[in-house]
């Protein structure tokens, strides 16, 4: 007699139905390649990036002699997570360096990429029938391997035996400093079968990895270079939607809602940090729009917006500021905050290539705002004795940027066992502090704020407050919040290309506002040659 199991395989079979579920994100091309994509119309991300990220570490670490031969790397996916004692689940997202290296959208996998040649095995959960009920079908490991076009692919459970196949004389975890921003570390991985004891672990060489990595990392691939100027593009669409539709009496989170939902129809269903939209005096909060103060206040007629949001496309972040009034057209003193910041967005952007120093453009943007500020009125005496007297550290309590990619305050921003500590001539936090190398891409974002316990700090100290007309500085407080410019750049051999195309001209935004079209696409990226700026 025929098993049941076979007889309703083949009534299935019989049954003419479209497949339950296609691969979804994932198509093939005419050569039967894998790549990522959110369908029609979207960025095509090919899985050789990833294949090729994976080549580009193993050749850095090969090239450490102390990396001994034999050595494996074990990698931990990102975890899906309950909202603490429930059963539902946190909105998930790929660890960074599980997502750079693999692209898996899944979440609970595993990996082990051998150093010597490349070779790297995924290792995925064993599902129980039942998950087919809630989740659809089960992935056979084959599956997997098509995919993400990986040379084998086993259960979490066969870890021990993946090591062993891979014949792992040694494993490098990524275990190093702790991140410059946040002052976390990645949890070890737990891998089935295998204990403290069963492989050796040497902490200067996960040092090493945790390195070359980060390295790896801030250097982009022409290929990750399109994904993140399609998550530009789309931001750029959905920031002049946004503006558009910005009204005196509105709510801030709609401008939220709006953002997310231009970003959602062209595939971008996440975005890279939470929606910063503030209007009026709130522009002074740099990261409004946390859980706290969630985009809620209603915006007055008249009063400035700062809108801080980038769309996210597999796993990589856009971060893209803009700055306008609420009425669509400038007031003077509106104007002369706004231009002073575009001077020193100018000024960094065509200063910028290869070998220049970040922290020496974060100086120059902060002299450039005293020069402009001091025509229009609000500063008075020489900007090299303010900038002595530190007097931009009131007005711009940030740093000048940081680099972008899979995290929006993407990794390497210092050399190797350089910190921020070392360089105590930048006072505030400057995430980026390193001489430009070719295809790194970072953002420029400066910005000039009235923060009401910085004013009261600065009037209270005569060796700073000298330089300030307070008359007018109380005329532009009562008009301007803070003002932000944040554009995306990509350094080049000569200079820099600027990913983000948005208005940015004081008369590009009023007459975008005023229904001018506005076209979004890489031909109208700015293309600088380090040149350096007359301001």
């Not at 946004?242 to 809602?257: F, L, P, T």
């Not at 430009?436 to 316990?453: A, I, R, S, W």
Request: charged residues 25%; contains cysteine; hydrophobic residues 40%.
């Amino acid at each position: 007699m025929e098993p049941p199991a076979k007889k309703s395989r083949n009534f299935l079979k019989a049954v003419p139905t479209a497949p339950l579920v296609t691969d979804g994100t994932i198509g093939f091309d005419e050569s039967r390649q894998p790549y990522f994509s959110m369908g029609e119309g979207t960025c095509r991300v090919p899985m050789s990036m990833h294949a090729a990220n994976r080549a580009k570490l193993c050749a850095a670490l090969r090239k450490r002699s102390e990396i001994p031969k034999g050595a494996v790397i074990a990698l931990q996916g990102g975890e899906d997570r309950s909202v603490y004692d429930t059963d539902t689940s946190w909105s998930f997202k790929q660890e960074s360096n599980f997502q750079y290296l693999f692209g898996v959208k899944e979440p609970d996998c595993q990996a082990l990429l051998r150093v010597d040649d490349g070779k790297a095995i995924l290792l995925v959960p064993k599902m129980e029938v039942e998950y087919q009920k809630w989740c659809g079908p089960i992935k056979p490991p084959a599956w997997f391997q098509r995919v993400y076009s990986v040379d084998e692919v086993m259960y979490l459970t066969e870890a021990k035996q993946a090591a062993d196949a891979l014949a792992a004389k040694e494993l490098l975890y990524l275990q190093g400093d702790a991140n410059r921003d946040s002052g976390l570390q990645l949890p070890l991985p737990k891998l089935a079968g295998i204990e403290d004891s069963t492989f050796p672990v040497n902490k200067g060489h996960c040092q090493i990895l945790w390195d070359e990595i980060n390295e790896c990392r801030l250097i982009k691939s022409a290929l990750e270079q399109t994904v993140l100027q399609y998550a530009n593009d789309v931001s750029a669409r959905a920031h002049v939607e946004v503006m558009r539709m910005v009204k005196a009496g509105q709510r801030e989170y709609v401008s939220e809602a709006t953002f997310r939902y231009q970003s959602m129809l062209r595939g971008c269903f996440r975005t890279g940090y939470d929606c910063i939209c503030p209007a009026d005096r709130r522009a002074s909060i740099l990261h409004y729009g946390h859980p706290a103060e969630p985009n809620s206040e209603l915006t007055p007629q008249g009063s400035m917006k700062l809108h801080d949001m980038g769309a996210e496309y597999h796993g990589y972040s856009a971060d893209v500021t803009v700055s306008f009034p609420v009425n669509g057209v400038f007031t003077e003193g509106q104007k002369a905050v706004y231009e002073a910041v575009w001077a020193a967005t100018l000024a960094v952007e065509m200063t910028i290539k290869p070998g220049v120093d970040y922290k020496d453009m974060h100086h120059l943007s902060h002299r450039v705002m005293l020069k402009k500020l001091k025509e229009a009125g609000l500063f008075v005496g020489k900007v090299d004795d303010m900038m002595d007297a530190g007097v931009m550290s009131f007005f711009m309590p940030h740093g000048l940027g940081h680099s972008l990619g899979l995290d929006v305050h993407d990794v390497g921003g210092y050399e190797p066992g350089k910190f921020r500590k070392d360089f105590p001539s930048v006072k505030e936090n400057l995430r980026l502090g390193r001489k430009m190398l070719e295809n790194m891409v970072f953002t420029v974002e400066p910005g000039f704020y009235f923060v009401d316990y910085l004013i009261e700090a600065l009037v209270d100290d005569p060796k700073v407050s000298k330089f300030v007309n307070m008359d007018r500085l109380k005329q532009i407080w009562s008009e301007v919040g803070g003002v932000r410019i944040e554009d995306d750049v990509v350094c080049t051999a000569t200079g820099c290309r600027v990913m983000t195309v948005v208005p940015r001209t004081v008369a590009e935004i009023e007459a975008v506002m005023a229904g001018q079209e506005w076209p979004v696409s890489s031909a109208g990226c700015r293309i600088y040659h380090g040149t350096g700026y007359d301001y």
